[in-house]
T-cell receptor, first 111, second 114 residues
Framework: GQNIDQPTEMTATEGAIVQINCTYQ??????LFWYQQHAGEAPTFLSY????GLEEKGRFSSFLSRSKGYSYLLLKELQMKDSASYLCGPVLTGGGNKLTFGTGTQLKVEL | EAGVTQSPTHLIKTRGQQATLRCSPISGHTSVYWYQQALGLGLQFLLW???????NRGNFPPRFSGRQFPNYSSELNVNALELEDSALYLC?????????????FGSGTRLTVV
């Protein structure tokens, strides 16, 4: 089965760097998504990792270690608009690909 | 290009009633996924439809059901509503590559059961 674990809340300062960790215990793993969700809005795609390593996309980077069941999302040069929930979503292959999510990390960016 | 559209935006029902939620995927997407987002519980996978068939189902009782139409739009039905069914129901769509090209979410239907 799956057991997705990420911190519930994090607080960081504008301009700083923050790393949001995600661990998962799952069989049939086939990649991992990160989504951003502002309050009252739909989740929006940030990144997808299927191979080990770091994927960089502007201010956001995502890292995956398949052997360790571990991923992180790195946000640089934080802006106030980055205050949102960040959802870690492993894809499971059992019964066909299924995107599952953790409960999300609520990030608050302060001045 | 239109995104994933869901209707209605808000729905208020009484316990025991039935609710029907609708989703139109992005043009070209053949897979539709339904998620429940209750307060404090994150996104819970409900159902996955692809090419008109149910492909996978989450840990929800049978009173949660749905279907996908020939135009790939989808309907989620919740029978015998209970208070704890109050949540945001999100629909996502993707190409039929099992979602590996990414999932696009709609803005959701806020269901309130009173």
């Amino acid at each position: 089965g799956q057991n997705i674990d990420q911190p519930t809340e994090m607080t960081a300062t504008e301009g700083a760097i923050v790393q949001i960790n995600c661990t998962y215990q799952t069989s049939g793993f086939n990649g991992l998504f990160w989504y951003q969700q502002h309050a009252g809005e739909a989740p929006t795609f940030l990144s997808y990792n299927v191979l080990d390593g770091l994927e960089e996309k502007g201010r956001f980077s995502s890292f995956l270690s398949r052997s360790k069941g571990y991923s992180y999302l790195l946000l640089k040069e934080l802006q106030m608009k980055d205050s949102a929930s960040y959802l870690c979503g492993p894809v499971l292959t059992g019964g066909g690909n299924k995107l599952t999510f953790g409960t999300g990390t609520q990030l608050k960016v302060e001045l | 290009e239109a995104g994933v559209t869901q209707s209605p935006t808000h729905l208020i029902k009484t316990r025991g009633q039935q609710a029907t939620l609708r989703c139109s995927p992005i043009s070209g997407h053949t897979s539709v996924y339904w998620y429940q987002q209750a307060l404090g519980l994150g996104l819970q996978f409900l159902l996955w439809y692809d090419e008109g068939e149910e492909r996978n189902r989450g840990n929800f009782p049978p009173r949660f059901s749905g279907r996908q139409f020939p135009n790939y739009s989808s309907e989620l039905n919740v029978n015998a509503l209970e208070l704890e069914d109050s949540a945001l129901y999100l629909c996502a769509s993707s190409f039929s590559d099992r979602g590996l090209s990414g999932y696009t979410f709609g803005s959701g239907t806020r269901l309130t059961v009173v």
